[in-house]
Each structure stands twice: as C-alpha cells, then as structure tokens.
C-alpha cells in the first residue's frame, strides 16, 4: 500500500532501509520476448495472458502515485517492451505526468527501427539497447535467435530520429565476450554512443550460470 496525503501531495519520499531516498522507477510492459538470450530466459518461457497485464491507463495511474512519492525518471523494460502495442501512446502519457522528468526505454534493439521515429514523436527522453557482439556468430550464440543486422539498423534509425543520449549495454561473459570488448568500444566510439559492460549476474531462467563466466 502507498500512503499518499491529501490533494496529490506526498506523506514521504521513497526511503530504503539504509536510508536512500528514491527518484527512479523500472516498469516492465510486458513478460514477452523476442529473443531468448542465454543469460535471461529459457528457450520454451510460458508468458501471462495479455489481459492480466496492467493497461495504459492503469500504468499511468501509478506513475502518478510514484510522482507524488519523489519519483522522477522512468525506465520502460520488459520482456522486450517494444513487442507491447502502442507503446508511443504509453509515452506519451508517460511523459505528460506531472513530477516527471525523464522517460527512458531499455531494447533489444529489434524493433527499434520501425518505431524509434514514433517513440522519439510521444516525448522518449532516451534509449538504452542492450547489444553483446558485433559478430553475427557470437550473437546469434547468445541471443538463441539471428537479429544483429536489424539490431544495428535500429541504432542507427534511433539516432536519424533525433536521439542523442544512446546507451549501449554489453553483457560480459567469460570465456565468450573478451574479444568482443575492444570492436564495441571503438564501434560505439565511432557512433557517439555511451558504451556500458554489464555484469553476468544470475537472473538466466534456466539456472545455468556460475561465477567462473563472470569477467
């Protein structure tokens, strides 16, 4: 339960128990996926009907809530949350709530360049675009599914479309990503975009990963 005091003001911030006052909200918009990455989800994933998922307006309503809180800035995830459809429309609520500074979308990158124009249209602030390798190999090897071609193509619509913040998230494996490091650094450098080596943390759906693959 959130206690929120009268005519929309806040009771308190978000404060943790170690005393960290909170500004930023994850929303996922969807379970679904359009690629099973080794180091997220299983190849066979059961997903929720899409009507138990909150709808625009239900997402927009707890924004609201979190806006009186103290938040500021979102970040749209999923699953993939382009898969969700319309989602230029839930950015555009998104973007229009009061307190709301910053909407920000983390992707795959698959459909990127079909919609980056529309996202760009309702008010996204910035992209974050999760990419592994720049061989076809290597990522197919990860990702379970082909795509880096339109993944790419994605950035590049991303940043045709205006976007100038553009995050790239590379997920760093042991024994699989040591070669990948350096063609990122100097692609992204190329591009202008913001290069960032995540760590491989245990969150894959089949229970796979050990702490000798962290690098």
């Known amino acids: 339960m959130i206690d929120v005091a009268p005519h929309g003001h806040a009771a308190a911030p978000l404060v943790d128990c170690f005393g960290r006052v909170h500004t930023d909200l994850r929303i996922s918009v969807t379970d679904r996926c359009n690629l099973r990455c080794t180091y997220c989800m299983p190849l066979e994933a ?50 229009a709530t009061p307190g709301i500074d910053e909407v920000a979308l983390t992707t795959n990158g698959l459909l990127l360049g079909e919609q980056a124009e529309r996202l760009r249209a309702a008010g996204l602030h910035r992209i974050n675009v999760s990419l ?15 795509g880096l071609e339109r993944v790419l193509a994605g950035l590049a619509a991303a940043r045709e479309a205006g976007f100038r913040d553009i995050r790239v998230n590379a997920v760093s494996i042991r024994g699989l990503s040591e070669d990948e490091i350096v063609p990122l650094a100097r692609f992204c450098r190329r591009q202008a975009f913001h290069l960032r080596f995540i760590e491989f943390m245990p969150l894959d759906g089949e229970a796979a990963w050990s702490d000798g693959q962290v690098l």
């Open 46 to 95: 059961a997903f929720k009907p899409r009507e138990e998922l909150l709808d625009d307006a239900e997402i927009a309503r707890v924004v609201g809530v979190a806006a009186t809180l103290g938040i500021r800035s979102l970040r749209i995830t999923g699953g993939e949350p382009l898969v969700r459809p319309g989602l230029d429309r839930l950015v555009r609520l998104l973007v």
């Open 132 to 146: 592994d390798s720049l061989r076809e190999e290597v990522f197919t090897r990860i990702a379970r599914r082909q």
